[in-house]
């Protein structure tokens, strides 16, 4: 019988704690792109260096053109190239409520909310995106037979035990 880890909460919020992982695996990525700076500076092949990283060759040498062009400068995270969310993580949980509340099944529907509810502009790539994070998967609308009795399911679940 496992035991749940007691733990002390009072260091950091949740989300503050989720930012400094971010951080440090941004770091972590700055750290790998040195290494391979490194070994190229002690004449080490890229495709050598590419291997001990697991990294692509094309990725090595667009990491050997990103410190050719700015130094250690450029091997960090570029502007506008993903980052934080434009809605807060109490945002997300009151969209996530009203998408339930509502019975919302279309991502241009939460598009179209997003945008009303909380001045927030997203295309339709990036709410799908939203949507999955938050736990809602695809699924294909279906017609419902007008003929069909209310309690349809009840009388297959009962013939089906029988």
């Keep these: 019988m496992n035991r749940k880890p007691t733990i002390n909460k009072d260091f950091t919020s949740v989300e503050e704690l989720q930012i400094r992982i971010k951080?440090?695996?941004?770091?972590?990525?700055?750290?790998?792109?040195?290494?391979?700076?490194?070994?190229?500076?002690?004449?080490?092949?890229?495709?050598?260096?590419?291997?001990?990283?697991?990294?692509?060759?094309?990725?090595?040498?667009?990491?050997l053109n990103q410190w050719n062009e700015g130094g250690y400068d450029s091997l960090g995270r570029k502007s506008g190239s993903?980052?934080?969310?434009?809605?807060?993580?109490?945002?997300?949980?009151?969209l996530s409520e009203i998408i339930i509340d509502n019975k919302i099944y279309s991502s241009k529907q939460v598009l179209e909310l997003i945008k009303e509810k909380f001045n927030v502009e997203y295309s339709i790539r990036?709410?799908?995106?939203i949507l999955r994070?938050?736990?809602?998967?695809?699924?294909?609308?279906?017609?419902?037979?007008?003929?069909?009795?209310?309690?349809?399911?009840?009388?297959?679940?009962?013939?089906?035990?029988?």
């Design 23 to 63: 951080k440090l695996e941004q770091d972590v990525k700055v750290l790998n792109k040195l290494y391979f700076i490194n070994d190229i500076y002690h004449d080490v092949s890229i495709t050598e260096s590419c291997k001990k990283l697991g990294i692509t060759r094309v990725t090595g040498h667009n990491w």
């Design 126 to 129: 990036q709410v799908e995106r």
């Design 82 to 94: 993903g980052g934080q969310s434009k809605l807060t993580p109490e945002q997300k949980e009151e």
């Design 133 to 162: 994070d938050l736990k809602f998967g695809y699924g294909k609308p279906y017609t419902i037979y007008s003929k069909m009795p209310e309690d349809a399911e009840e009388s297959l679940k009962k013939n089906f035990e029988e």
